[in-house]
């Protein structure tokens, strides 16, 4: 696995934010938009939007040479392309794979999950608008060669047109570069179900593995826009937090907020990874995907979908719910949505003999906001380093659950710190994890881990121990 996710540049730090259940949620930094421009407490106003919060990537080296791309490229390349290319050659050689990917050629594929415009189509159309400025100048009784001038200042604050501008804006190119930088030769095509993007990626490349087309695929997801325009989006369909945090499943959730973030994925079949001894981190037990069919709004979310989802998955995973101890919710923070996940969830676990309050539900949403295209792949990696590592993860800024949901009497509980995860004789650990996407694109997989025991250190490197010895004298 490979990722970067805010305040965590890397899968030890990935791991480490979650373990410490430390906030990767900040103000707008200045690399992004001006809160002086856009921000407005009155959610109504035309043009501004209520929320400036949300996690933000910090900055990654980066040297294009490294992959045979002339620097001058790089302004006319989307970011997801570029720390994609980072994300699955981390991912690769986490899995055993050095630089040179020592994999089949034509029988490793690269599926991706991508959504929506990418960061540069807007600046580069907005370039487009010139006939509208100078008319606009025009009535407005501005000089030719003034209006002229004013036009290539606007012009100049945007990135240029060039030749590289065209495939630098696609999505499916993020996929593509990557193929073509590290020479893989399977199937190559990236996959948009809005936030469930990275999930029907995973969907695919599950697909891809058992029709055995695929050996290995590079899967899982990216989104890397947090821009004005994606923030207006979902300021306009009022899901965004005024107070600026995501809360799941909490009695003061009021929204969410929106995250950057990169989650790569390496998957083999279960006997081809056992058999070159791999590194396992979990296995995939099972998938379900389901619609949402026909609903009030195009964005509401239907509790009947979800739970189709849910029992395709567990039917799929041959699995009962009552053996699953940990849940990664989407919990993206809004009432509606979290309500609705809910319903699902305790609608099909209370099909089995599940005891109350058994099973850890949780969203990392609450420390990196929602990263929408990247979402399932962020609860994914989430869920099996869980397993692997043997911890019950925490989720933050849910200490009070909405008393709405009735909890209590479910067989769920809020994690709010990290807990060891003891093993059960009945039945190795398990994970659910869920991802929904706008549409009604409903994705939830079975999580189980490979090994009763913990047979590696995860260490990240933060803390060293020297031990130091002298000879003391008694006198």
């Known amino acids: 696995m490979g990722c970067f996710f805010p305040k965590a540049s890397g899968l030890h730090e990935y791991w480490r934010l979650i373990f410490k259940g430390e906030d990767g949620i900040t103000d707008i930094p200045e690399t992004h938009w001006s809160p002086d421009d856009y921000f407005d407490k009155d959610p109504k106003k035309s043009d501004h939007i209520y929320c400036k919060r949300g996690g933000f990537l910090s900055a990654v080296p980066f040297d294009p040479t490294e992959f045979g791309m002339p620097p001058s490229s790089l302004e006319a390349t989307d970011t997801s392309q570029i720390l994609g290319l980072l994300a699955a050659r981390m991912a690769l050689e986490n899995a055993g794979y050095g630089r040179k990917a020592d994999l089949s050629h034509s029988r490793t594929s690269v599926i991706l999950g991508a959504t929506g415009t990418q960061e540069l189509t807007i600046p580069l159309a907005a370039r487009l608008g010139h006939p509208i400025w100078r008319k606009a100048l025009h009535n407005s009784g501005i000089e030719p060669d003034k ?36 020479d893989i030769g399977g199937t190559n095509c990236v996959v948009d179900a809005a936030c469930a993007s990275s999930m029907g990626a995973i969907y695919l490349a599950l697909l891809e593995l058992s029709s055995g087309r695929s050996d290995m695929v590079v899967t899982g997801g990216l989104d890397t826009l947090n821009d004005i325009f994606m923030h207006m989006c979902f300021a306009r369909t009022f899901i965004l937090s005024p107070t600026g945090d995501s809360r799941p499943f909490s009695k003061d959730a009021d929204g969410t907020v929106l995250g950057e973030g990169i989650g790569l994925l390496v998957l083999k079949r279960l006997e081809d990874a056992e058999r070159d001894g791999d590194r396992i981190y979990a296995v995939i037990k099972g998938i379900g995907s389901s619609s949402d069919g026909k609903s009030q709004s195009i964005y509401s979310p239907k509790s009947e979908g979800q739970l189709e989802a849910l029992r395709i998955a567990y039917e799929n995973a041959d699995t009962d719910p009552d053996s699953v101890e940990l849940v990664e919710a989407h919990g993206t923070g809004t009432r509606v949505g979290d309500n609705v996940e809910f319903s699902a969830l305790k609608r099909l676990f209370d099909e089995s003999d599940k005891k109350a309050n058994k099973c850890a539900l949780g969203s990392v949403k609450s420390m990196i906001g929602h990263t929408k295209a990247a979402a399932g792949s962020a609860g994914l990696i989430k869920a099996a380093l869980a397993l692997y590592n043997k911890v019950l993860p925490p989720t933050l800024k849910a200490d009070e659950p909405d008393p709405k949901l009735g909890i209590s009497d479910t067989p769920f509980y809020i994690n709010t710190e990290s807990r060891p995860w003891f093993s059960k004789k009945e039945h190795p650990r398990r994970s659910g994890v869920s991802a929904f996407g706008f549409g009604g694109s409903n994705f939830h997989i079975v999580l189980e881990e490979h090994h009763r025991n913990k047979n590696e250190i995860f260490w990240d490197g933060s803390v060293e121990i020297i031990a130091l010895s002298a000879s003391i004298v008694c006198t």
């Open 147 to 182: 209006a002229e001038e004013v036009i290539k200042k606007i012009s100049d604050s945007y990135v240029s047109w060039q030749e590289n501008s065209f495939p630098g804006l696609l999505g499916n190119v993020i996929a593509g570069r990557i193929c073509n930088r590290l």
